[in-house]
Protein backbone atom coordinates (compact mmCIF):
# COMPACT_ATOMS: atom_id res chain seq x y z
CA UNK A 1 0.00 0.00 0.00
CA UNK A 2 2.52 2.37 0.61
CA UNK A 3 4.24 1.72 -2.37
CA UNK A 4 0.73 2.59 -4.26
CA UNK A 5 0.46 5.56 -2.69
CA UNK A 6 3.81 7.01 -3.11
CA UNK A 7 4.09 6.12 -7.10
CA UNK A 8 0.37 8.41 -7.07
CA UNK A 9 2.18 11.46 -5.04
CA UNK A 10 5.18 11.13 -7.61
CA UNK A 11 2.91 11.25 -10.34
CA UNK A 12 0.92 14.03 -8.67
CA UNK A 13 4.10 16.04 -7.95
CA UNK A 14 5.69 15.83 -11.42
CA UNK A 15 2.78 17.98 -12.77
CA UNK A 16 3.66 20.66 -10.47
CA UNK A 17 7.43 20.53 -11.51
CA UNK A 18 6.58 21.33 -15.37
CA UNK A 19 8.41 23.21 -17.54
CA UNK A 20 10.06 24.74 -14.18
CA UNK A 21 13.48 23.08 -14.88
CA UNK A 22 13.56 24.54 -18.77
CA UNK A 23 16.09 26.74 -20.20
CA UNK A 24 15.63 26.65 -23.76
CA UNK A 25 13.14 25.55 -25.79
CA UNK A 26 13.80 24.83 -29.69
CA UNK A 27 11.25 23.87 -32.70
CA UNK A 28 12.26 21.36 -35.36
CA UNK A 29 10.14 20.52 -38.58
CA UNK A 30 7.70 18.27 -36.21
CA UNK A 31 9.64 18.39 -33.14
CA UNK A 32 10.33 19.97 -29.75
CA UNK A 33 14.04 19.83 -28.29
CA UNK A 34 14.62 21.51 -24.25
CA UNK A 35 17.98 21.94 -22.48
CA UNK A 36 17.15 21.57 -18.77
CA UNK A 37 18.84 23.41 -16.29
CA UNK A 38 20.95 20.41 -15.35
CA UNK A 39 22.71 20.73 -18.76
CA UNK A 40 20.92 17.98 -20.13
CA UNK A 41 18.70 17.59 -23.24
CA UNK A 42 14.84 16.10 -24.24
CA UNK A 43 13.01 15.78 -27.39
CA UNK A 44 9.62 14.90 -28.77
CA UNK A 45 7.71 14.50 -31.46
CA UNK A 46 8.65 13.06 -35.15
CA UNK A 47 11.57 10.72 -35.45
CA UNK A 48 11.93 9.25 -38.69
CA UNK A 49 15.35 10.78 -39.47
CA UNK A 50 16.94 10.42 -35.97
CA UNK A 51 15.54 14.24 -35.42
CA UNK A 52 15.53 13.07 -31.76
CA UNK A 53 18.83 12.16 -31.30
CA UNK A 54 17.73 8.34 -28.93
CA UNK A 55 19.20 6.28 -31.66
CA UNK A 56 15.98 5.10 -32.87
CA UNK A 57 13.83 6.22 -35.65
CA UNK A 58 11.29 5.08 -33.73
CA UNK A 59 8.04 8.32 -33.38
CA UNK A 60 6.04 7.74 -29.94
CA UNK A 61 4.97 11.31 -28.90
CA UNK A 62 3.56 10.32 -26.28
CA UNK A 63 6.75 10.79 -23.99
CA UNK A 64 10.20 13.30 -23.67
CA UNK A 65 13.06 11.76 -24.42
CA UNK A 66 16.58 11.86 -23.14
CA UNK A 67 18.88 12.37 -25.67
CA UNK A 68 22.11 10.58 -25.05
CA UNK A 69 23.26 10.99 -20.89
CA UNK A 70 25.46 14.17 -20.99
CA UNK A 71 24.44 16.61 -18.89
CA UNK A 72 26.85 19.64 -20.42
CA UNK A 73 25.31 21.44 -23.43
CA UNK A 74 25.02 25.03 -23.43
CA UNK A 75 23.51 25.82 -27.16
CA UNK A 76 21.22 24.35 -29.18
CA UNK A 77 19.05 25.11 -32.62
CA UNK A 78 16.75 23.18 -35.11
CA UNK A 79 15.21 23.30 -38.00
CA UNK A 80 13.48 20.94 -40.66
CA UNK A 81 14.53 17.83 -39.60
CA UNK A 82 18.31 18.17 -37.59
CA UNK A 83 19.77 20.16 -35.27
CA UNK A 84 22.97 21.72 -33.95
CA UNK A 85 24.27 21.72 -30.63
CA UNK A 86 27.25 23.11 -28.17
CA UNK A 87 28.66 21.52 -25.18
CA UNK A 88 30.14 23.81 -22.16
CA UNK A 89 33.80 22.77 -23.74
CA UNK A 90 33.04 24.59 -27.17
CA UNK A 91 32.79 21.41 -28.83
CA UNK A 92 30.16 21.56 -31.99
CA UNK A 93 27.71 18.22 -32.13
CA UNK A 94 24.71 17.35 -34.50
CA UNK A 95 22.29 14.98 -34.93
CA UNK A 96 18.79 13.85 -37.84
CA UNK A 97 18.20 14.12 -41.32
CA UNK A 98 21.76 14.23 -43.20
CA UNK A 99 20.63 13.79 -46.78
CA UNK A 100 22.64 17.24 -48.11
CA UNK A 101 25.43 16.85 -45.55
CA UNK A 102 23.71 19.08 -43.02
CA UNK A 103 25.27 17.29 -40.19
CA UNK A 104 28.46 18.26 -40.99
CA UNK A 105 30.39 15.05 -40.90
CA UNK A 106 31.80 14.25 -44.08
CA UNK A 107 28.56 12.04 -45.29
CA UNK A 108 25.03 12.15 -46.32
CA UNK A 109 24.07 9.44 -43.42
CA UNK A 110 21.21 10.36 -41.07
CA UNK A 111 22.71 10.25 -37.57
CA UNK A 112 20.83 8.60 -34.82
CA UNK A 113 22.61 9.76 -31.90
CA UNK A 114 24.72 13.22 -31.13
CA UNK A 115 27.94 13.23 -33.38
CA UNK A 116 30.83 15.33 -32.56
CA UNK A 117 31.75 17.74 -35.65
CA UNK A 118 35.64 17.90 -36.12
CA UNK A 119 37.88 18.63 -32.81
CA UNK A 120 37.30 21.97 -32.18
CA UNK A 121 36.60 23.17 -29.15
CA UNK A 122 36.06 27.38 -29.39
CA UNK A 123 32.50 27.46 -31.09
CA UNK A 124 29.72 29.88 -29.92
CA UNK A 125 26.67 29.68 -31.46
CA UNK A 126 25.01 27.72 -34.34
CA UNK A 127 21.83 27.78 -36.56
CA UNK A 128 20.35 25.85 -39.05
CA UNK A 129 18.13 26.42 -42.26
CA UNK A 130 16.37 24.05 -44.40
CA UNK A 131 19.71 22.16 -45.37
CA UNK A 132 22.46 23.89 -43.71
CA UNK A 133 24.12 24.85 -40.87
CA UNK A 134 26.21 27.73 -39.98
CA UNK A 135 28.24 28.31 -36.60
CA UNK A 136 29.97 30.87 -35.02
CA UNK A 137 33.59 30.64 -33.29
CA UNK A 138 35.29 32.70 -30.49
CA UNK A 139 38.02 33.98 -33.03
CA UNK A 140 35.02 36.11 -34.74
CA UNK A 141 34.61 33.35 -37.68
CA UNK A 142 32.18 32.08 -39.49
CA UNK A 143 31.72 28.27 -41.02
CA UNK A 144 29.08 26.82 -43.03
CA UNK A 145 27.90 23.52 -44.57
CA UNK A 146 25.55 21.41 -46.51
CA UNK A 147 23.76 22.12 -49.43
CA UNK A 148 24.16 25.35 -51.28
CA UNK A 149 22.30 25.50 -54.33
CA UNK A 150 21.17 28.48 -53.70
CA UNK A 151 24.49 30.47 -52.11
CA UNK A 152 23.33 29.89 -48.13
CA UNK A 153 26.93 28.57 -47.85
CA UNK A 154 28.27 31.61 -48.92
CA UNK A 155 31.00 30.59 -50.18
CA UNK A 156 31.10 32.27 -53.45
CA UNK A 157 29.65 29.46 -55.26
CA UNK A 158 26.79 26.96 -55.92
CA UNK A 159 28.74 24.07 -54.33
CA UNK A 160 27.96 22.23 -51.43
CA UNK A 161 30.21 21.10 -48.64
CA UNK A 162 29.48 18.39 -45.89
CA UNK A 163 32.07 19.83 -43.22
CA UNK A 164 32.29 23.24 -42.10
CA UNK A 165 34.00 25.61 -44.47
CA UNK A 166 34.79 29.10 -43.60
CA UNK A 167 32.93 32.43 -44.84
CA UNK A 168 35.64 34.48 -46.25
CA UNK A 169 38.28 35.53 -43.97
CA UNK A 170 37.10 37.96 -41.78
CA UNK A 171 37.02 37.79 -38.00
CA UNK A 172 34.67 40.13 -36.46
CA UNK A 173 31.57 38.45 -36.69
CA UNK A 174 29.62 38.47 -33.58
CA UNK A 175 25.85 37.43 -34.47
CA UNK A 176 24.39 34.68 -36.63
CA UNK A 177 20.73 34.20 -37.89
CA UNK A 178 19.53 31.20 -40.35
CA UNK A 179 16.03 29.50 -41.89
CA UNK A 180 15.21 28.48 -44.88
CA UNK A 181 17.60 29.14 -47.78
CA UNK A 182 19.55 32.19 -46.56
CA UNK A 183 21.89 33.45 -43.43
CA UNK A 184 22.45 36.43 -41.74
CA UNK A 185 25.51 38.17 -39.86
CA UNK A 186 25.87 41.20 -37.54
CA UNK A 187 29.90 42.19 -37.68
CA UNK A 188 31.52 44.12 -34.72
CA UNK A 189 31.08 47.19 -35.92
CA UNK A 190 27.45 46.88 -36.23
CA UNK A 191 27.11 46.44 -39.60
CA UNK A 192 24.17 43.53 -41.17
CA UNK A 193 24.90 41.03 -43.67
CA UNK A 194 22.94 38.57 -45.78
CA UNK A 195 23.39 35.82 -48.31
CA UNK A 196 21.38 33.10 -50.09
CA UNK A 197 18.40 33.29 -52.17
CA UNK A 198 16.94 36.84 -52.78
CA UNK A 199 13.14 36.14 -53.99
CA UNK A 200 11.20 37.37 -51.33
CA UNK A 201 13.02 40.24 -51.22
CA UNK A 202 14.91 38.41 -47.93
CA UNK A 203 17.84 39.56 -48.28
CA UNK A 204 17.11 43.48 -47.44
CA UNK A 205 19.28 44.35 -50.34
CA UNK A 206 17.06 47.05 -52.26
CA UNK A 207 16.04 44.33 -54.88
CA UNK A 208 14.17 40.76 -55.03
CA UNK A 209 13.32 38.43 -58.09
CA UNK A 210 13.40 34.33 -58.27
CA UNK A 211 16.66 34.67 -60.01
CA UNK A 212 18.34 36.93 -57.61
CA UNK A 213 20.97 35.27 -55.42
CA UNK A 214 24.34 36.11 -53.46
CA UNK A 215 26.93 33.79 -53.04
CA UNK A 216 28.79 36.02 -50.26
CA UNK A 217 28.05 38.02 -47.66
CA UNK A 218 26.72 41.55 -48.54
CA UNK A 219 25.62 44.28 -46.64
CA UNK A 220 22.23 45.49 -45.83
CA UNK A 221 22.34 48.88 -46.14
CA UNK A 222 25.16 51.04 -44.20
CA UNK A 223 23.71 51.75 -40.32
CA UNK A 224 25.86 50.70 -37.84
CA UNK A 225 23.65 50.19 -35.38
CA UNK A 226 22.46 46.77 -35.74
CA UNK A 227 22.33 44.25 -32.37
CA UNK A 228 19.96 41.30 -33.00
CA UNK A 229 18.80 39.17 -35.96
CA UNK A 230 16.10 36.32 -36.55
CA UNK A 231 16.11 35.07 -39.86
CA UNK A 232 12.74 34.03 -41.41
CA UNK A 233 12.20 31.96 -44.88
CA UNK A 234 10.86 34.60 -46.73
CA UNK A 235 10.88 37.79 -44.04
CA UNK A 236 12.69 38.94 -41.53
CA UNK A 237 13.36 40.88 -38.43
CA UNK A 238 16.13 42.90 -36.37
CA UNK A 239 16.40 45.06 -33.74
CA UNK A 240 18.98 48.56 -33.26
CA UNK A 241 20.83 49.43 -30.05
CA UNK A 242 18.10 52.07 -29.64
CA UNK A 243 15.52 49.48 -29.36
CA UNK A 244 13.60 49.82 -32.33
CA UNK A 245 12.22 47.28 -34.33
CA UNK A 246 13.14 46.64 -38.33
CA UNK A 247 11.77 44.14 -40.89
CA UNK A 248 11.58 43.11 -44.87
CA UNK A 249 10.78 40.55 -46.88
CA UNK A 250 7.38 38.78 -47.82
CA UNK A 251 4.67 40.85 -46.39
CA UNK A 252 1.66 38.49 -47.68
CA UNK A 253 -0.25 37.55 -44.35
CA UNK A 254 1.04 41.43 -42.79
CA UNK A 255 4.18 39.43 -41.40
CA UNK A 256 6.08 43.22 -41.31
CA UNK A 257 3.89 44.63 -38.92
CA UNK A 258 3.54 47.76 -41.05
CA UNK A 259 -0.09 47.90 -41.18
CA UNK A 260 -0.53 46.21 -44.44
CA UNK A 261 -0.81 43.08 -46.77
CA UNK A 262 0.55 41.90 -49.77
CA UNK A 263 3.95 43.24 -51.47
CA UNK A 264 7.88 43.15 -50.49
CA UNK A 265 9.59 45.17 -48.07
CA UNK A 266 13.14 45.16 -50.15
CA UNK A 267 14.61 47.04 -47.60
CA UNK A 268 14.27 47.54 -43.68
CA UNK A 269 11.36 48.91 -42.59
CA UNK A 270 10.25 50.51 -38.89
CA UNK A 271 7.98 48.83 -37.47
CA UNK A 272 6.04 51.31 -35.55
CA UNK A 273 7.84 53.75 -32.97
CA UNK A 274 8.38 51.84 -30.13
CA UNK A 275 12.27 51.69 -29.10
CA UNK A 276 12.06 48.93 -26.22
CA UNK A 277 12.04 45.84 -28.32
CA UNK A 278 14.66 43.37 -27.00
CA UNK A 279 14.45 39.72 -29.16
CA UNK A 280 12.64 38.53 -32.32
CA UNK A 281 12.08 35.26 -33.65
CA UNK A 282 10.04 35.07 -36.79
CA UNK A 283 9.73 32.26 -39.36
CA UNK A 284 6.13 30.99 -41.65
CA UNK A 285 4.84 34.30 -42.43
CA UNK A 286 4.60 34.39 -38.78
CA UNK A 287 6.74 37.21 -36.68
CA UNK A 288 7.08 37.15 -32.53
CA UNK A 289 8.87 39.51 -30.30
CA UNK A 290 9.73 40.16 -27.08
CA UNK A 291 10.13 44.63 -25.52
CA UNK A 292 12.26 44.99 -22.74
CA UNK A 293 8.87 45.03 -20.57
CA UNK A 294 8.90 41.57 -20.60
CA UNK A 295 5.38 41.77 -22.79
CA UNK A 296 5.02 38.95 -25.83
CA UNK A 297 3.44 40.51 -29.09
CA UNK A 298 2.97 38.28 -32.63
CA UNK A 299 1.53 39.12 -36.01
CA UNK A 300 1.17 37.99 -39.46
CA UNK A 301 0.18 34.82 -40.76
CA UNK A 302 -3.33 32.91 -38.50
CA UNK A 303 -5.16 30.38 -39.95
CA UNK A 304 -3.88 27.76 -37.75
CA UNK A 305 -3.56 29.99 -34.64
CA UNK A 306 -0.21 30.86 -34.92
CA UNK A 307 -0.19 34.54 -33.41
CA UNK A 308 -1.69 33.55 -30.31
CA UNK A 309 -4.44 35.87 -29.84
CA UNK A 310 -6.96 33.37 -29.51
CA UNK A 311 -8.60 33.74 -33.40
CA UNK A 312 -7.03 32.76 -36.24
CA UNK A 313 -7.44 36.12 -37.99
CA UNK A 314 -4.36 37.60 -40.03
CA UNK A 315 -3.07 40.32 -38.17
CA UNK A 316 -0.54 43.24 -39.78
CA UNK A 317 0.16 45.02 -36.62
CA UNK A 318 2.06 43.83 -33.68
CA UNK A 319 -0.63 42.51 -31.27
CA UNK A 320 0.06 41.92 -27.59
CA UNK A 321 -0.75 38.46 -26.06
CA UNK A 322 -2.31 38.92 -22.93
CA UNK A 323 -1.03 41.49 -20.55
CA UNK A 324 1.54 39.27 -18.80
CA UNK A 325 4.92 41.31 -18.28
CA UNK A 326 6.88 38.08 -17.14
CA UNK A 327 7.77 36.56 -21.13
CA UNK A 328 11.64 36.25 -21.14
CA UNK A 329 12.51 33.53 -24.16
CA UNK A 330 10.40 32.99 -27.43
CA UNK A 331 11.38 30.29 -30.86
CA UNK A 332 9.22 30.58 -33.74
CA UNK A 333 9.32 27.91 -36.35
CA UNK A 334 7.12 25.68 -39.15
CA UNK A 335 4.16 27.33 -37.27
CA UNK A 336 4.54 26.87 -33.60
CA UNK A 337 6.10 29.27 -31.00
CA UNK A 338 7.72 28.59 -27.87
CA UNK A 339 7.36 31.32 -25.25
CA UNK A 340 8.60 30.92 -21.71
CA UNK A 341 8.06 32.82 -18.52
CA UNK A 342 10.65 34.32 -15.83
CA UNK A 343 9.20 31.63 -13.56
CA UNK A 344 10.56 29.10 -15.52
CA UNK A 345 7.05 27.84 -17.42
CA UNK A 346 6.99 26.98 -20.81
CA UNK A 347 3.71 27.76 -23.26
CA UNK A 348 3.45 27.04 -26.80
CA UNK A 349 0.49 28.21 -29.43
CA UNK A 350 0.20 27.57 -33.62
CA UNK A 351 0.24 23.45 -34.52
CA UNK A 352 0.78 20.59 -32.84
CA UNK A 353 0.70 17.89 -34.85
CA UNK A 354 3.25 15.53 -33.20
CA UNK A 355 2.14 16.20 -29.75
CA UNK A 356 4.66 19.26 -29.73
CA UNK A 357 2.49 21.19 -26.90
CA UNK A 358 2.05 17.34 -24.91
CA UNK A 359 -2.08 18.42 -25.54
CA UNK A 360 -1.79 15.50 -28.46
CA UNK A 361 -1.98 16.39 -32.34
CA UNK A 362 -3.85 19.30 -32.60
CA UNK A 363 -3.79 21.59 -35.40
CA UNK A 364 -5.10 24.81 -34.16
CA UNK A 365 -4.08 26.00 -30.93
CA UNK A 366 -4.83 29.71 -31.21
CA UNK A 367 -4.02 30.68 -26.90
CA UNK A 368 -1.24 29.95 -25.15
CA UNK A 369 -0.52 26.21 -23.88
CA UNK A 370 1.24 25.15 -20.81
CA UNK A 371 3.42 22.72 -22.42
CA UNK A 372 3.40 19.65 -19.95
CA UNK A 373 7.37 18.63 -19.36
CA UNK A 374 8.26 16.37 -17.00
CA UNK A 375 10.97 17.59 -14.84
CA UNK A 376 11.15 15.00 -12.67
CA UNK A 377 15.16 12.84 -12.08
CA UNK A 378 13.63 10.09 -10.20
CA UNK A 379 12.17 6.93 -12.66
CA UNK A 380 8.75 5.78 -11.38
CA UNK A 381 8.74 3.29 -13.49
CA UNK A 382 10.99 1.35 -11.54
CA UNK A 383 8.36 1.36 -8.29
CA UNK A 384 5.97 -1.01 -8.24
CA UNK A 385 2.22 0.32 -8.74
CA UNK A 386 -1.59 -0.85 -8.94
CA UNK A 387 -3.31 2.66 -9.60
CA UNK A 388 -2.14 5.91 -11.69
CA UNK A 389 -2.98 9.33 -10.84
CA UNK A 390 -2.37 12.44 -13.04
CA UNK A 391 -3.78 15.82 -12.96
CA UNK A 392 -2.84 18.66 -15.57
CA UNK A 393 -2.77 21.35 -16.53
CA UNK A 394 -0.92 22.93 -14.21
CA UNK A 395 -0.80 25.83 -13.83
CA UNK A 396 -4.31 26.41 -15.21
CA UNK A 397 -6.56 29.19 -15.69
CA UNK A 398 -10.20 27.77 -16.07
CA UNK A 399 -10.20 23.94 -15.49
CA UNK A 400 -8.52 20.78 -13.72
CA UNK A 401 -8.37 17.28 -14.72
CA UNK A 402 -7.78 13.99 -12.83
CA UNK A 403 -7.22 11.76 -14.70
CA UNK A 404 -7.53 8.00 -12.79
CA UNK A 405 -6.41 4.45 -14.82
CA UNK A 406 -7.41 1.40 -13.57
CA UNK A 407 -8.68 3.06 -10.31
CA UNK A 408 -12.10 1.48 -8.60
CA UNK A 409 -13.36 3.11 -5.13
CA UNK A 410 -14.89 6.04 -3.42
CA UNK A 411 -12.89 8.98 -4.10
CA UNK A 412 -12.86 12.22 -1.62
CA UNK A 413 -12.12 15.36 -3.40
CA UNK A 414 -10.63 18.54 -1.45
CA UNK A 415 -9.62 22.17 -2.69
CA UNK A 416 -8.40 24.21 0.12
CA UNK A 417 -6.27 27.51 -0.09
CA UNK A 418 -2.80 27.74 1.49
CA UNK A 419 -4.31 29.06 4.35
CA UNK A 420 -6.50 26.00 5.19
CA UNK A 421 -9.82 27.08 3.89
CA UNK A 422 -11.82 24.96 2.45
CA UNK A 423 -12.99 26.04 -1.43
CA UNK A 424 -14.97 22.82 -2.29
CA UNK A 425 -15.27 19.28 -1.14
CA UNK A 426 -16.90 16.26 -2.57
CA UNK A 427 -17.38 12.51 -2.99
CA UNK A 428 -17.48 10.20 -5.83
CA UNK A 429 -17.51 6.59 -6.82
CA UNK A 430 -15.75 5.88 -9.55
CA UNK A 431 -16.34 2.87 -11.91
CA UNK A 432 -13.42 0.72 -12.94
CA UNK A 433 -11.03 1.54 -15.89
CA UNK A 434 -9.86 5.09 -17.20
CA UNK A 435 -11.71 8.43 -15.48
CA UNK A 436 -11.83 11.79 -15.32
CA UNK A 437 -12.80 14.38 -13.10
CA UNK A 438 -12.83 17.92 -14.28
CA UNK A 439 -12.80 20.73 -11.26
CA UNK A 440 -13.77 24.07 -12.03
CA UNK A 441 -11.30 26.84 -11.28
CA UNK A 442 -13.51 29.70 -13.31
CA UNK A 443 -14.07 31.81 -10.50
CA UNK A 444 -11.13 31.05 -7.94
CA UNK A 445 -8.78 34.29 -7.76
CA UNK A 446 -4.90 33.78 -8.68
CA UNK A 447 -2.99 32.22 -6.35
CA UNK A 448 -1.99 28.56 -5.04
CA UNK A 449 -4.31 25.76 -3.96
CA UNK A 450 -4.06 22.10 -2.58
CA UNK A 451 -6.23 19.08 -4.72
CA UNK A 452 -6.09 16.89 -1.69
CA UNK A 453 -7.44 13.18 -3.26
CA UNK A 454 -7.86 10.47 -0.77
CA UNK A 455 -5.26 12.79 1.58
CA UNK A 456 -2.91 12.75 -1.65
CA UNK A 457 -1.63 16.17 -2.19
CA UNK A 458 -0.50 18.13 -5.04
CA UNK A 459 0.03 21.72 -5.17
CA UNK A 460 -1.60 23.47 -7.94
CA UNK A 461 -1.40 26.94 -9.39
CA UNK A 462 -3.62 29.21 -10.95
CA UNK A 463 -2.35 32.14 -13.52
Known amino acids: MKKTLFSCLLLLLSFSSFSQCITTAVNGAFT ?42 SDIFSSDNHTIAIKVNGTL ?7 EGQIGNGTTINQLIPIQIGTDNDWIAVGTGDYNSIALKSNGTIWTWGKNDYGQLGNGTLESSYVPQQVGTDTDWVKIAAKGLNNYAI ?57 TLW ?20 SPIQVGTDTN ?28 GQVGDGTITDRNLPVQIGTDHDWVYIDHQNNRTYAMKSNGLLYGFGIST ?13 NPVLIQINCNNL ?25 FKNYQRKTKFLITNVL ?44
Open 187 to 243: KANGTLWSWGINSHAQLGIGTYGSGDIRTTPTQVGIDTDWSVISGGSSNNLAIKTNG
Open 32 to 73: IIVRRADGTLYGRGRNDFGQLGDGTTITDYSTMRQIGTDNDW
Open 354 to 366: YNEFGNGAILTNP
Open 379 to 403: DITAIEKSEEVVAYPNPTSDYVTIN
Open 93 to 99: WAWGRNN
Open 420 to 463: GQVIKQYEKELPFGENNEIIDFCNLEKGVYIISINDIKTKLIKD
Open 247 to 266: SWGSNGNGELGIGTFGGFGV
Open 277 to 304: WSKVSTSSSVSVALKNDGTLWTWGFNMF
